[in-house]
């Protein structure tokens, strides 16, 4: 992917917010760094007033504005829009959490859950086991996909305490039985322990062989670029057993890297190479400043080559069945609506989330790169700076992208993933040997809460890097 930041010394000087020589007071270098990379960079800049170009008169009355809140969460938050229409961005008091995120690597227990809400109810959720992830607190005490929990520490989870309940560092889980459509508390419980962990987000390949056609399947659970040489070799072992399909699991999927994405739609294609995979549209003053000084910058290519330019291993494709469910967010979405215009998407499951809108890391620094940050603090944001469309320019999909063929998770029958007959898959290779639409749809179906990932805000971001 081309890198997003051109001569961003050049651009702080044409559109920074200096106003005159005044100091910034120390205890207000903080509040000042988030007022400034937010006037800059924000997507929705010119919605917010007190982030005009023209609110303070100097640096004075800026200093006079920051005094007023007690911290920098605060003024962040303050210079944000409605949460229903930014969701997604955060401030973090330490980048190294921030940056551990984005990579993969968190303080994790391994256990990546769905929450539903009980069947009648509009408060009380429960949880239920998506997958594990290896070397973990979960894997060591041989937790499978399909467990079934309804509280914490004897708590009842509900929509009002799942989010502090979730998140201690040792938590016990209150085990529970699926019994036709009912959750029963079982009397059992297991205790978790969050650690330090890192997390492939390359989870099974598989491929299967039916008549003359042979199916790979992926699931691929987060766009981490330090992990796209992982990808690159599971595209590699597909390739090398001729595969004529490809099932893409990115059902928990939330998102990550824009150029990561960009690579994944690539390795599924190859075809297209050097064309449109992506437009980014930023806020008003800087999509000018692009537009004027680099206007490639602003598209994102189909490339035949991973960020440390190993070439990548193309399967040519011409359709491709994708897994979707509504925890699909923000790269998995770009990389369905990227491909659209140029091969045929099969999209199985539910809706995805609609998260259309990306982000970026912004240091304390003259040009808010981490190079020459401001060494008295941690704090960094990773506010919405960008809008995604497609080649053709769609990419209004806020209410998520349908899928071609609806099929809810079934938790009587959730089966093991890489399965050739675990549901979902099951239904797209059906799709693939007879064109033919069995779907195992569950009994019982319940409404969508929450995930793991989102407890963690930054899981759900789509992101561009500045250099």
Same mark, same amino acid.
């Given at each position: 992917?081309?890198?997003?930041?051109?001569?961003?010394?050049?651009?702080?000087?044409?559109?920074?917010c200096e106003k005159d020589?005044?100091?910034? =007071?120390?205890?207000?270098?903080?509040? @000042?760094?988030?007022w400034?990379?937010?006037?800059?960079?924000?997507?929705?800049?010119? @919605?917010?007033?007190?982030?005009?170009?023209?609110? %303070?008169?100097?640096?004075?009355?800026?200093?006079?504005?920051l005094?007023?809140y007690s911290?920098?969460t605060?003024?962040f938050?303050?210079?944000?829009?409605?949460?229903?229409?930014?969701?997604?961005s955060?401030?973090y008091?330490?980048?190294?959490?921030?940056e !551990?995120v984005?990579? !993969?690597n968190?303080?994790?227990n391994g256990?990546?859950?769905?929450?539903?809400?009980?069947q009648?109810? *509009?408060?009380?959720?429960?949880?239920?086991?998506r997958?594990?992830? =290896?070397?973990?607190?979960?894997?060591?005490?041989n937790?499978?996909?399909g467990?079934?929990?309804?509280?914490?520490?004897?708590?009842?989870?509900?929509?009002s305490n799942?989010?502090?309940?979730?998140?201690?560092t040792?938590?016990?889980?209150n085990?529970a @039985?699926?019994?036709n459509?009912?959750?029963?508390?079982?009397?059992?419980?297991?205790?978790?322990?969050?650690?330090?962990?890192?997390?492939?987000?390359?989870y099974s390949?598989?491929v299967?062989?039916?008549?003359?056609?042979?199916i790979?399947y992926?699931?691929?659970?987060?766009? %981490?670029?330090?992990?796209?040489n992982?990808l690159n070799?599971?595209?590699g072992?597909?390739?090398?057993?001729?595969?004529?399909?490809?099932?893409l699991?990115?059902?928990?999927?939330?998102?990550? /890297?824009?150029?990561?994405a960009?690579? &994944?739609?690539?390795?599924?294609?190859?075809q297209?190479?050097?064309?449109?995979?992506a437009?980014?549209?930023w806020n +008003?003053?800087l999509e000018n400043?692009?537009?004027q000084?680099?206007p490639?910058?602003l598209?994102?290519?189909?490339t035949n080559?991973? /960020?440390?330019?190993?070439i990548?291993?193309? &399967?040519?494709?011409?359709k491709?069945?994708?897994?979707?469910s509504? /925890?699909?967010?923000?790269?998995?979405?770009?990389?369905?609506?990227?491909?659209?215009?140029?091969?045929?998407?099969?999209?199985?499951?539910?809706?995805?989330?609609?998260k259309n809108?990306?982000?970026v890391?912004l240091?304390?620094?003259p040009?808010?790169s981490?190079a020459?940050?401001?060494?008295?603090?941690?704090y +960094?944001?990773?506010p919405?700076?960008l809008?995604?469309?497609?080649?053709v320019?769609?990419?209004d999909?806020?209410?998520?992208l349908?899928a071609?063929?609806?099929?809810?998770?079934d938790?009587?029958?959730?089966?093991?993933i890489?399965d050739?007959?675990?549901?979902l898959l099951?239904? +797209?290779?059906?799709?693939?040997? *007879? /064109?033919?639409?069995?779907?195992?749809?569950?009994?019982?179906?319940?409404?969508?809460?929450s995930?793991s990932?989102a407890?963690?805000?930054?899981?759900?971001?789509m992101?561009?890097?500045l250099?």
């Open positions: 992917m081309k890198k997003v930041v051109l001569l961003f010394s050049l651009l702080f000087i044409l559109i920074g020589d005044l100091a910034v =007071p120390a205890e207000l270098e903080i509040n @000042d760094f988030v400034k990379g937010m006037n800059q960079y924000y997507l929705w800049q010119s @919605d917010v007033p007190n982030l005009s170009d023209d609110r %303070f008169a100097n640096q004075s009355a800026l200093n006079d504005f005094s007023g911290n920098p605060l003024l938050n303050s210079l944000r829009v409605d949460a229903s229409i930014d969701r997604f955060v401030i008091s330490d980048y190294n959490v921030l !551990g984005l990579s !993969g968190t303080l994790n256990l990546d859950f769905g929450l539903r809400y009980k009648g109810s *509009t408060t009380d959720i429960f949880g239920w086991v997958y594990v992830l =290896p070397n973990s607190s979960a894997a060591a005490q937790l499978q996909r467990l079934i929990f309804y509280g914490i520490n004897g708590t009842q989870l509900t929509e799942y989010q502090s309940l979730l998140s201690a040792t938590y016990t889980l085990l @039985d699926y019994d459509g009912n959750i029963t508390p079982n009397g059992q419980s297991v205790t978790l322990t969050r650690t330090q962990l890192a997390e492939n987000p390359v390949t598989e299967f062989v039916q008549g003359n056609k042979k790979g992926l699931m691929y659970n987060g766009f %981490f670029s330090s992990y796209e992982q070799a599971a595209f072992a597909l390739k090398s057993q001729n595969i004529t399909h490809l099932v699991d990115l059902r928990y999927n939330s998102g990550g /890297s824009v150029a990561t960009t690579r &994944l739609a690539s390795l599924i294609t190859g297209f190479n050097g064309q449109v995979f437009k980014q549209q +008003a003053k400043y692009y537009m000084n680099n490639s910058s598209f994102n290519y189909f080559t991973t /960020s440390s330019g190993s990548l291993n193309h &399967l040519n494709l011409n491709v069945y994708i897994l979707t509504r /925890s699909t967010a923000s790269a998995s979405e770009l990389v369905i609506n990227g491909l659209k215009p140029y091969i045929d998407v099969i999209q199985i499951g539910e809706t995805t989330t609609g809108v990306g982000s890391t240091y304390d620094s040009n808010f981490k020459t940050a401001n060494p008295n603090h941690k +960094a944001m990773q919405l700076v809008k995604t469309v497609n080649s320019g769609f990419g999909y806020q209410s998520g349908p071609t063929i609806q099929q809810s998770e938790f009587g029958n959730l089966g093991v890489g050739a007959s675990e549901p099951a239904t +797209a290779i059906n799709q693939i040997i *007879t /064109s033919g639409r069995m779907i195992q749809q569950p009994q019982t179906t319940f409404t969508h809460c995930d990932k407890l963690e805000p930054l899981r759900n971001e992101y561009v890097e250099k």
